[in-house]
């Protein structure tokens, strides 16, 4: 089999249509879950940096996003648009092919863009190793550890980079 025989993923903006694909992700892959009007919410608020990655037609993964405001994590001096990258998964066998690098890529680039945030931030679980190395590698640096941040008693790094 050649390389061009290796079907590649696009990245695109998510459909109402796509939530329930995107929930059952996040329930596969998280153990953060949401309720629906909050999925829900985030995609008509900020749908334009709410992303899925096809595959064959079918969801793969997803990233959702938020746009806050404050004093950000990396240059604290005054308030500024921030972008909160809320939730990103990609289902188990679609992984280590760059999918989430791409999601994570146009997310930041659409909430600088479009949104005019000028820092983005996110927390994960001090154990998530793959998830750390790939904010490192788009450029994330640990700012903050949030004690006991998830409901098990994990804590978190708050990662942040400027945009
Ligand atoms: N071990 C070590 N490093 C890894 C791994 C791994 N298993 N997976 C990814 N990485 C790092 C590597 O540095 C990789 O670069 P490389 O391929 O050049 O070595 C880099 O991340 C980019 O990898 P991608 O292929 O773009 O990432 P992938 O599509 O596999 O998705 C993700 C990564 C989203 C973390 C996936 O493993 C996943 O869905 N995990 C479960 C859900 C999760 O933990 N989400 C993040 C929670 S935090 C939050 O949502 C804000
Ligand atoms: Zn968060």
Not at 32 to 38: A, G, S
Request: hydrophobic share 40%.
């Amino acid at each position: 089999m050649g390389e061009s025989d290796i079907p590649s993923f696009s990245v695109r903006e998510a459909r109402p249509e796509d939530l329930n694909e995107v929930i059952n992700i996040n329930l596969m892959c998280l153990r953060e879950h949401y309720p629906d009007y909050f999925w829900r919410d985030h995609l008509q608020l900020w749908g334009k940096a709410f992303l899925v990655a096809e595959l064959n037609g079918k969801v793969v993964g997803y990233v959702m996003t938020r746009v806050e405001r404050s004093i950000g994590y990396v240059s604290r001096f005054f308030p500024k648009k921030v972008g909160h990258i809320v939730s990103i998964a990609v289902l188990p066998e679609f992984r280590k092919r760059g999918i989430a690098t791409a999601l994570m890529k146009e997310a930041i680039k659409r909430l600088k863009e479009i949104y005019g945030v000028k820092e983005v931030y996110l927390e994960v679980r001090i154990s998530n190793e793959p998830a750390i190395k790939l904010y490192e590698k788009l450029g994330f640096q640990k700012v903050r550890r949030l004690k006991y941040y998830y409901l098990d008693g994990e804590d978190a790094w708050v990662m942040a980079k400027e945009v």
